[in-house]
């Protein structure tokens, strides 16, 4: 929903990744502790919070690492039946 932090346009695409939502702890010393979920071969969402869950759509929102800045990422994940 969000490309380093500012809103995508009308007419973006959003980054797109299929998997599984994984989720661990990091212990850095930059950030200290904290909650992090990630699909394999994506960007890690740090100190992750759900914004809102509707029908089949979970919207968390969280820190990203993008180069050397922390921005406001949002991802939309769209829940798949197997």
Not at 55 to 73: C, F, H, P, T
Request: proline share 4%; net charge negative; with cysteine.
């Amino acid at each position: 929903m969000r490309n380093a932090g500012c809103w995508l346009t009308w007419n973006e695409k959003p980054r797109e990744f299929t998997g599984t939502l994984n989720s661990s702890s990091a212990g850095k010393d930059e950030i200290g502790m904290m909650a992090s979920i990630f699909i394999s071969e994506g960007p890690k969402l740090y100190d992750p919070r759900v914004k809102s869950v509707f029908g089949n759509e979970l919207r968390i929102v969280g820190v990203e690492k993008v180069d050397s800045a922390w921005v406001l990422q949002e991802w939309s994940c769209e829940i798949l039946k197997v």
